[in-house]
């Protein structure tokens, strides 16, 4: 069982309001990231993260932003959201384990109304 | 960039052997996976292989790999509708930590 949480689970929030979505892993993996899923499946990746104070920009361009203050914490945040960030925000982490196993946390829809 | 393609739907009777494929563009791929969604839910990884196999078996599920032609696929023996979900392919590429997925693969059981 993976020990990645998200919360909240279901947002539901106005145009041009601030946001923070939240992801915490207790497994000690060095590595986290941040995945947007299309409601046509397609994962994108946004953000990732190899250690505390690295980020960087997934293949998807993406107006949130990430932090890595600590290990287990990895936050995303949009300044002022709008209907084009409706979706649903999947956060994983990976460790130093040879397969290199990606653990997802169960998601956060969300709806910028 | 890597690619990684599936086909978007798979509808099979329970009981019945489902195989979804998958293809990548990466040929430096060291490890490719099969990740599955239910719905609500994240990903969870039910199998992976490393490129220099050419087959792995755990229980149910068979993943075969075609290096040359750059194939994978994931055969489930006697599907059953708990299998309903969405298949995921990944692949790792050689010394690079990123893991690219595939476009998803929803299967249907039908009792």
């Known amino acids: 069982e993976a020990d990645i949480y998200q919360t909240p689970r279901y947002l539901v929030i106005g145009t041009g309001k601030k946001i923070t979505l939240e992801c915490s892993q207790t497994?000690?993996?060095?590595?986290m990231y941040w995945y947007q899923q299309d409601p046509g499946m397609e994962l994108h990746l946004i953000h990732y993260?190899?250690?505390?104070?690295?980020?960087e920009k997934g293949d998807l361009s993406s107006e949130s932003t990430v932090s890595r203050i600590r290990t287990e914490h990895f936050p995303l945040t949009l300044e002022s959201a709008r209907p084009s960030h409706t979706s649903q925000y999947l956060c994983a982490s990976s460790g130093r384990d040879t397969s290199y196993e990606q653990y997802f946390g169960p998601g956060t829809r969300l709806t910028v109304t | 960039g890597e690619d990684v393609e599936q086909s978007l739907f798979l509808s099979v009777r329970e009981g019945d052997s489902s195989v979804i494929n998958c293809t990548y563009t990466?040929?430096?791929?060291?490890?490719l996976y099969w990740y599955k969604q239910e719905p609500g839910a994240g990903l969870q990884l039910l199998t992976y292989?490393?490129?220099?196999?050419d087959m792995k078996q755990d229980q149910r599920l068979t993943v075969l790999l075609n290096k040359k032609d750059k194939h994978l696929s994931l055969r489930i023996a006697d599907t059953q509708t708990g299998d309903s979900a969405i298949y995921f392919c990944a692949e790792r590429g050689g010394g690079y930590q990123k893991v690219t997925f595939g476009t998803g693969t929803k299967l249907q059981v039908i009792p």
């Open positions: 990466d040929s430096s791929s060291t490890y």
């Open positions: 993260s190899y250690g505390v104070n690295s980020t």
């Open positions: 292989i490393f490129s220099n196999m």
């Open positions: 497994m000690g993996h060095d590595k």
